[in-house]
């Protein structure tokens, strides 16, 4: 029998397409397996995003060159966002590479991925659920417009058929995703949108959790914040990342609002939904950011207290405007000082709020066993970890807080 092997970095859109692969080659007869050498079929499923990523996926390529030279040599292909329009570079720096293809752009041979169901045959209880692909804002540091081109929509009926599917064979949170899911349906021909969306996957049976993310300052509408503070089951966390407190930043980054846009957007979601939790994404050392800009951010920062910030130092990538136009001129020795500011405080505010939790009771989606404990999420997208010997996988269950860190939760269970 033929083995395939996929290998994933990057976002959850880079998962749920490896999720789709997967069930598509089960579905031809392969079985997975968790060693290159073993394989018939290797996919790579890269990311680009920053710097460090790409070297690794560029490793990761070079390693299996040796593969070609083994009696039964694999075919190797390669997705994800390294895959840009003109192959022939990647063709010649890579010989051994049989394929690139980009995200969701099968090649002939494996176009039956397209219309494959997802995902793959033991869905996990909380799976992901692509709506939106690409993205056509072009903040000037981001590669993703020119590696998954512009935004493509998935029709409605299909996203439900899909949701209802996926409860059928036990899921119980689904996860939308896209690059920006505010932007959902503008290029279909009844121009539905997220809220909408999730009005219709709100009543499907089985699906207790809603999930999505990645929204957009600029574009999150009023609609949405109503459709979250009303349904049930759409889960009171949103992704909202705001890159930087400083305005002169936020126009060379081409994000579309000033940080007062921004202020002003939190405090209408938290109006409306009071216990709604917030993650953020910040980027430090944008080419010129001055210290009195940083202190912007960690103003920002400190002021609206999010649950969540994920940080990154800035990495000039090729394609991308602020590439071509600005000069990465923020010394790697600063960019790492601010990192550790931000991580430091972001320790601090996120220790407080889950502190609040202790003794409180949690309903947890158990979504796996690590080391003996069960661990799965709040509705609110906190990760908490507990022990119980039975089998828990795919339930709801009340867990009471006895122990907090600015990362997790621990308790026991409560019934
Ligand atoms: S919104 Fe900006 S950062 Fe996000 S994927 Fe699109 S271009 Fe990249």
Request: hydrophobic fraction near 35%; charge should be positive; proline fraction near 6%.
């Amino acid at each position: 029998m033929p083995h395939y092997y996929i290998w994933t970095i990057g976002c959850q859109m880079n998962r749920a397409e490896s999720e789709r692969l997967e069930s598509l080659f089960q579905h031809l007869g392969y079985q997975p397996t968790t060693a290159a050498e073993d394989a018939d079929l290797i996919v790579l499923n890269s990311c680009v995003v920053r710097r460090h990523a790409e070297d690794r996926i560029v490793n990761k390529i070079n390693a299996l060159k040796k593969l070609k030279f083994t009696p039964k040599p694999p075919t190797i292909a390669v997705t994800g966002c390294l895959v840009d329009s003109g192959t022939t570079r990647l063709q010649y720096r890579f010989p051994h590479v049989d394929h690139f293809f980009k995200p969701g752009e099968y090649p002939p041979w494996l176009a039956e991925a397209e219309s494959f169901p997802v995902p793959p045959q033991q869905p996990s209880p909380s799976t992901y659920v692509p709506i939106i692909q690409g993205c056509n804002n072009f903040c000037t540091y981001c590669v993703v417009p020119y590696r998954r081109g512009r935004e493509k929509s998935r029709p409605v009926d299909e996203i439900v058929g899909e949701v209802k599917e996926l409860a059928r064979r036990g899921v119980k949170e689904v996860v939308l995703l896209g690059q920006n899911v505010d932007s959902y349906g503008h290029d279909l021909p009844q121009k539905p949108d997220l809220a909408g969306l999730l009005y219709m996957l709100n009543v499907v049976d089985g699906i207790r959790r809603i999930r999505f993310l990645t929204n957009h300052p600029k574009d999150m509408s009023d609609r949405l914040i109503t459709a979250i503070a009303e349904l049930d089951r759409v889960c009171r966390q949103i992704n909202l990342p705001v890159q930087a407190g400083d305005d002169e930043i936020l126009k060379a980054m081409g994000r579309g609002y000033t940080a007062e846009d921004y202020r002003n957007l939190v405090a209408r979601i938290r109006s409306r939904v009071s216990d709604i939790s917030l993650s953020t994404d910040v980027i430090v050392g944008f080419p010129s950011e001055s210290d009195v800009q940083f202190r912007a951010t960690v103003g920002l920062l400190r002021e609206l207290r999010f649950d969540t910030v994920h940080v990154a130092a800035y990495s000039p990538r090729r394609d991308t405007a602020a590439c071509r136009n600005l000069e990465d001129n923020v010394p790697p020795e600063v960019k790492k000082e601010r990192l550790g500011i931000i991580e430091r405080l972001q320790g601090e505010i996120a220790a407080d709020i889950n502190s609040r939790l202790l003794g409180e009771t949690v309903e947890v989606l158990v979504e796996g066993r690590k080391k003996g404990r069960w661990h799965g999420r709040s509705q609110n997208g906190k990760l908490v970890f507990f022990s119980n010997g039975g089998e828990l996988l795919g339930k709801i269950v009340k867990v009471k807080i006895e122990k907090t860190s600015p990362w997790a939760l621990q308790g026991i269970i409560n019934e």
